[in-house]
């Protein structure tokens, strides 16, 4: 079978070679298209796979219909909204993630972040600390489980709030030494920080509003590590025009980039590229989880990291 990495963002070298031997060792050919430009390119390498491995790289009806012998898309990654899960289900596609794989290196790039914006740029001016900031992680899942352990080394007091697992829940997750509250307004009211960790889903598009956005303490900041369809830009334009000390820092380029760039440019930052799974160590968890996922499938059907209905 004819296995294909599909990465517009590639992979680490390392992690190509390590995905390229677990594919052909279990007897399949292996291929790949890196750094396309263009669509076309996409749906042309796609005519002759049975299975493929990407990135946030989207797979909608029409590359599935350029792919007759699909049967299985593993996403390298948490998020998997660049999926066309209905088209997928509907043609008999397995699409899968691999939860978890790069949640250290998203969640090492928030306080990167952090500490940048904090340090202003290191331009040699002076900056400001984390330590004893109250930070707040909306939802609770793999990153932000790394977020509160390395925010605990920072001395920062950490809120959590999910809006899947119950307050029980959350309290029962001690280890990481978070402070659960009832609801997303309670988080907000609380922290000088909040860190964003849901999915991109219908119930949590641009549900970063003004109602939540007011609530914060002055100063405040916003970090995005998660999507930025979670954010109501309209919303966070209008706050940081009211507010003067309110910061938001994303990895994920704003609809409104220059806008925000144009109008705050102290206060609103982003990496050019979406940089937080971008580590070789990353690389490597998530593209040979997916790897070893894609050879358990063709073997035997296993799909336990199934994320679209059958
Ligand atoms: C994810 O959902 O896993 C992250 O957003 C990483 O996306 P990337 O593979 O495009 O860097």
């Given at each position: ?7 517009e ?23 790949k ?15 002759d ?8 790289d ?41 939860p ?8 090492e ?15 040699g ?13 909306y ?32 309290r029962?997750?001690?280890e ?15 922290s000088?920080?909040i ?9 949590t ?15 405040a ?5 998660a999507?930025?369809?979670?954010i ?15 910061k938001?820092?994303t ?8 806008e ?23 690389n ?12 358990a ?14």
């Amino acid at each position: 079978m004819k296995v294909l990495i599909v990465t517009e963002k590639p992979f680490a070298p390392q992690a190509v070679q390590e995905i390229e031997n677990i594919i052909e060792n279990a007897g399949h050919t292996f291929g790949k298209l890196e750094k396309y430009t263009d669509k076309s390119q996409l749906t042309d390498a796609v005519k002759d796979a049975d299975a493929i491995i990407i990135r946030s790289d989207i797979i909608d009806k029409e590359v599935m219909d350029a792919a007759p012998k699909l049967k299985v898309i593993v996403r390298a990654g948490a998020g998997y909204d660049n999926v066309d899960l209905d088209a997928a289900t509907q043609k008999d596609i397995c699409v899968m993630n691999t939860p978890g794989q790069n949640a250290n290196a998203v969640a090492e790039l928030v306080f990167g972040m952090l500490l940048y914006v904090q340090r202003n740029h290191f331009d040699g001016t002076t900056g400001n600390e984390l330590k004893n900031n109250r930070l707040g992680l909306y939802a609770f899942g793999n990153v932000a489980k790394m977020v509160a352990r390395i925010a605990r080394g920072f001395g920062m007091p950490i809120y959590a709030y999910s809006p899947i697992l119950t307050h029980d829940d959350l309290r029962k997750e001690g280890e990481y030494g978070v402070i659960s509250v009832y609801s997303a307004e309670e988080l907000f009211e609380n922290s000088d920080i909040i860190s964003l960790h849901m999915p991109l889903l219908e119930e949590t598009e641009k549900c970063v509003n003004y109602n939540l956005l007011s609530r914060m303490p002055n100063p405040a900041i916003v970090i995005n590590s998660a999507r930025k369809e979670v954010i109501n830009e309209d919303d966070m334009m209008r706050i940081m025009e009211e507010r003067p000390k309110f910061k938001y820092i994303t990895d994920i380029k704003a609809d409104r980039h220059d806008e925000f760039v144009a109008k705050f440019p102290d206060r609103y930052f982003t990496t050019p590229k979406k940089a937080g799974a971008q580590t070789s160590e990353a690389n490597v968890n998530a593209g040979l989880a997916a790897a070893r996922q894609v050879v358990a499938f063709l073997k035997s059907g296993d799909d336990r990291f199934r994320v679209n209905p059958k």
